[in-house]
């Protein structure tokens, strides 16, 4: 079992204090990634902060909350921001605009768009949300990489850039970007996440939660600081989602917590189990849903996808992850992930059939393998045929002895890997006894009777071969038979001579003369 929820960076010292309830007041700071690669998203993320700028002043009491608005910008050095002329970023005092130029190759810009200040500012806030993404204040920039939110978290926190938060009030700082952040040169390093850490004890010593919103919240070091805070994380820009949470979290309401059960490692011949969620459970309510995803894997059949326990049918080998999300009374969710690994099993090798003329041969099984693991054992049996003894059965390669002449035998290799799977292969042993086949020796070019007419003729001088009977190359051990798809035998009529005739093979390069 692992979730990120779960999985948070590490603070020493951490005590998170639940805040006052939301009508006694709030702080609630919202920092948005104003960069280049927000355009698409860009509208969406003003209308889920138009959307939880309401739900706080529909929670709060008169004369209670407060509403602040930073947008984070970076560009290259030599370079001008976008809105660098604009009406709706000129009109601002200069010190409501931090610029950071001890940047490498980038220079990065905060803006205040709205502070703290007067109480129950929604109309001032929603104003100034307005005027961005417009040509009043137009889209930045950006300079590709990670974006400078964490330049803008600082400045809230530790510089009064958009006035102090108050004392006994809640207060959250909301997060909107789709990166990691950089600091000041574009770039997170360790020296960023020494940063985060510091920040994130800021939160934690100012009672300051943290929520991050867009496909930043992907990256762990922003799900670190949003759980070690008692905010949240969201990959969407879901406002509503996000309004809930909020005030959840300042009423002091447990989310529910999920688990998805232990991870499973299974046999190939397994090919259905049990997801089981019955474990999942709420603090301060109950859990009354629950939903099963698959996140990864072949494609696979969850059969109730809304029950806590539930069966997945059609697994096959390979690695799949699934994912469990339960909703609790309050409309608070949490996930937790289970991973589960079907073995692949392994593939015997027994390699190609033999046709052999001695009592001894070898079997070989070392090029058996296994895809996700290794073999363990190896075990030769004797299927059919008499008399053969396998000297080394649980080899992969072993000799066999006892064979006797004109006999076929059959071998079986089982092999098992690491995982307890199976898989066996056979190989044919043919014992070919030569007293069967007519004598013949080879003279290569010196035919004893040569058709003018047919080149590809051989002539075999005997009384006792019939057509179609198998010669035997004492010099090559090699057996031609007649009826085989390398050689066709064909009588020639002749009284004292017996021709065989290998034209499918093109010109005969030897001539069997018989004693």
């Known amino acids: 079992m692992w979730s990120f929820r779960k999985e948070i960076h590490k603070i020493s010292n951490i005590t998170i204090i639940p805040n006052p309830p939301c009508d006694l007041g709030m702080d609630v700071a919202f920092l948005v990634d104003y960069t280049g690669s927000m355009g698409p998203v860009i509208e969406e993320v003003k209308s889920s902060i138009a959307n939880i700028a309401n739900t706080i002043e529909l929670q709060s009491n008169p004369n209670s909350y407060r509403l602040s608005l930073v947008i984070s910008d970076e560009i290259y050095k030599g370079d001008s921001v976008t809105y660098n002329t604009s009406s709706g970023y000129t009109s601002l005092p200069a010190i409501q605009k931090n610029v950071v130029t001890s940047?490498?190759?980038?220079?990065?810009?905060?803006?205040?768009?709205?502070?703290?200040?007067?109480?129950?500012?929604?109309?001032?806030?929603?104003?100034?949300?307005?005027?961005?993404?417009?040509?009043?204040?137009?889209?930045?920039?950006?300079a590709g990489g990670p974006e400078p939110l964490d330049i803008a978290l600082d400045l809230v926190l530790n510089s009064n850039f958009v006035n102090s938060f108050r004392i006994n009030v809640a207060k959250y700082i909301l997060i909107f970007t789709d990166n990691l952040p950089g600091g000041n040169d574009d770039n997170f390093s360790a020296a960023d996440q020494?940063?985060?850490?510091?920040?994130?004890?800021?939160?934690?010593?100012?009672?300051?939660?943290?929520?991050?919103?867009?496909?930043?919240?992907?990256?762990?070091?922003?799900?670190?600081?949003?759980?070690?805070?008692?905010?949240?994380?969201?990959?969407?820009?879901?406002?509503t989602v996000i309004s809930t949470q909020i005030v959840?979290?300042?009423?002091?309401?447990?989310?529910?917590?999920?688990?998805?059960?232990?991870?499973?490692?299974?046999?190939?011949?397994?090919?259905?189990?049990?997801?089981?969620?019955?474990?999942?459970?709420?603090?301060?309510?109950?859990?009354?849903?629950?939903?099963?995803?698959?996140?990864?894997?072949?494609?696979?059949?969850?059969?109730?996808?809304?029950?806590?326990?539930?069966s997945v049918t059609g697994l096959q080998g390979g690695d799949y992850v699934f994912r469990l999300t339960v909703t609790d009374n309050d409309g608070l969710t949490d996930t937790d992930f289970i991973a589960i690994s079907v073995n692949q099993p392994p593939i015997a090798d027994a390699n190609i059939d033999q046709n052999i003329t001695t009592l001894t041969t070898t079997l070989d099984g070392s090029n058996s393998t296994d895809s996700d693991g290794s073999i363990v054992s190896y075990t030769w049996t004797l299927i059919s045929g008499s008399g053969a003894t396998i000297t080394t059965p649980n080899n992969a390669t072993t000799t066999v002895t006892g064979l006797v002449l004109g006999n076929t035998y059959e071998f079986q290799l089982t092999v098992t890997d690491n995982d307890g799977d199976s898989d066996t292969d056979t190989v044919i042993i043919n014992v070919i006894d030569t007293s069967a086949f007519i004598a013949a020796k080879?003279?290569?070019?010196?035919?004893?009777?040569?058709?003018?007419?047919?080149?590809?003729?051989?002539?075999?001088?005997?009384?006792?071969?019939?057509?179609?009977?198998?010669?035997?190359?004492?010099?090559?051990?090699?057996?031609?038979?007649?009826?085989?798809?390398?050689?066709?035998?064909?009588?020639?009529?002749t009284s004292t001579q017996k021709t065989v005739d290998i034209s499918t093979t093109g010109v005969a390069s030897n001539v069997v003369t018989c004693p």
């Open 103 to 142: 940047g490498p190759s980038t220079n990065q810009y905060n803006t205040a768009m709205e502070l703290f200040g007067v109480l129950d500012n929604e109309i001032s806030f929603t104003a100034a949300l307005n005027t961005i993404n417009t040509g009043g204040f137009p889209l930045g920039s950006g």
């Open 248 to 310: 959840a979290g300042c009423e002091d309401l447990d989310p529910p917590i999920a688990s998805a059960g232990p991870d499973q490692s299974i046999s190939s011949a397994t090919t259905s189990i049990t997801l089981d969620g019955s474990n999942s459970f709420d603090l301060d309510g109950t859990v009354v849903s629950y939903l099963w995803e698959q996140i990864s894997g072949a494609t696979v059949t969850i059969n109730n996808i809304n029950s806590a326990v539930t």
């Open 194 to 239: 020494v940063k985060i850490n510091l920040l994130t004890q800021n939160c934690i010593d100012n009672f300051v939660k943290v929520v991050v919103l867009g496909q930043g919240a992907s990256h762990a070091v922003w799900q670190g600081i949003a759980t070690a805070t008692g905010g949240s994380w969201n990959l969407t820009y879901d406002g």
């Open 442 to 493: 080879l003279f290569p070019g010196e035919p004893c009777n040569s058709n003018s007419n047919s080149p590809s003729i051989v002539i075999v001088q005997s009384a006792n071969l019939q057509n179609g009977d198998v010669i035997f190359d004492s010099n090559t051990g090699l057996a031609w038979n007649g009826g085989g798809v390398n050689h066709l035998f064909v009588e020639q009529p």
